[in-house]
């Protein structure tokens, strides 16, 4: 893809962070699973050791929380709910068959980006405040065994539900067709975000055209 004909989507730190919180992740919900499904119990070797597994997979969650509060910080002013995310979510059914539409005035994210930037820090929020509660090593002593027990509950709730969003995250990247671009090289083509970011390209484009205007 030539330049010209590309627009800058993915800062190069959030590529990294992204992908840095990828790996994070992948770790802490494998270790997860090795102590919620008992058949799965191999999977601590992920981390070393079992007794490596336990001290690791609570700190490596707390480096995910960190890294998500970065992109929170730098992307969150893109996630916020629109009078035009209202549209993208009417014409859903279209949307999810693949017929691009024109007029959808779709910002930087669409609405079902949106609702997964918003359901994923909810879920990690919860996945830290219960995974606290439950961490014997410091913090299990100070709560008595019924909040204990209620914190393990939510805490394996939030880890199931966030690793299908996540699940759900990936595969729509590959399913649209350029947008794994973004968090490769940075770029998509133009004709990409005029067809999925109607709203935004625009936008993006009349910028150009003025900063090269002044040049």
């Not at 893809?1 to 992948?26: E, G, N, S």
Request: net charge positive; with cysteine.
């Amino acid at each position: 893809m030539k330049k010209r004909d590309a627009i800058l989507r993915t800062h190069f730190a959030d590529r990294i962070c992204h992908w840095f919180m990828v790996i994070c992740f992948l770790l802490v919900a494998l270790s997860g699973l090795s102590w919620f499904f008992p058949t799965m119990n191999w999977l601590n070797g992920v981390l070393g050791t079992p007794q490596m597994a336990r001290i690791l997979h609570p700190i490596l969650g707390i480096v995910v929380f960190l890294a998500l509060m970065f992109l929170f910080v730098r992307l969150v002013k893109y996630n916020l709910p629109e009078r035009e995310d209202l549209i993208w979510i009417a014409n859903i059914k279209s949307v999810l068959q693949g017929k691009h539409m024109k007029g959808l005035q779709i910002g930087k994210y669409n609405a079902g980006q949106k609702l997964l930037f918003w359901g994923i820090m909810s879920l990690i929020s919860l996945l830290l405040i219960s995974g606290l509660v439950v961490w014997r090593a410091y913090f299990a002593e100070y709560f008595p065994i019924p909040v204990i027990r209620i914190g393990l509950l939510l805490h394996s709730f939030a880890g199931i539900c966030l690793i299908l969003l996540i699940m759900g995250h990936a595969y729509m990247g590959f399913w649209v067709k350029g947008s794994i671009d973004s968090m490769i090289t940075g770029y998509v083509s133009k004709l990409w975000a005029k067809t999925h970011h109607d709203r935004w390209y625009k936008k993006v484009t009349t910028k150009q055209t003025k900063t090269t205007g002044e040049k």
